[in-house]
Nanobody
Framework: VQLQAYGGGLVQAGGSLRLSCTVSGLSVENYAIGWFRQAPGKEREGVSC???????KYADSVKGRFTISRDNAKNTVYLQMNSLKAEDTAVYYCATDPRCRAVATGTHDRSYGEPYWGKGTQVTVSS
């Protein structure tokens, strides 16, 4: 199983970016996939998740600004980020997140095994 996040970059505050997470080795329509981020000096935090029923979950800090979606044909999960703020600056990662537990609570549900993580993509928002 491999996940790869890309689409990061430098954007001004108020701007938008769309991150993509391409997945191989499993079908995104059958697995919950989450987006996480880690800013310098801070712990990693869950940002958003979409499960196999297309139910979504968002961190309070991004609700109304970020939208998660997926394209089953492309086996890709997206994170549309609008109205970006300087505090959104971080390395963004995608990972499997059974039951979206890690985004909701900070801890993966390891009864499903260890999560698969992709390499991150840097998002920098200039103020």
């Amino acid at each position: 199983v491999q996940l790869q996040a890309y689409g990061g970059g430098l954007v001004q505050a108020g701007g938008s970016l769309r991150l993509s997470c391409t997945v191989s080795g499993l079908s995104v329509e059958n697995y919950a996939i989450g987006w996480f981020r880690q800013a310098p000096g801070k712990e990693r935090e869950g940002v958003s998740c979409i499960n196999s029923n297309s139910n979504t979950k968002y961190a309070d800090s991004v609700k109304g600004r970020f939208t998660i979606s997926r394209d089953n044909a492309k086996n890709t999960v997206y994170l549309q980020m609008n109205s970006l703020k300087a505090e959104d600056t971080a390395v963004y990662y995608c990972a499997t997140d059974p039951r979206c537990r890690a985004v909701a609570t900070g801890t993966h549900d390891r009864s499903y095994g260890e999560p698969y993580w992709g390499k991150g993509t840097q998002v920098t928002v200039s103020s």
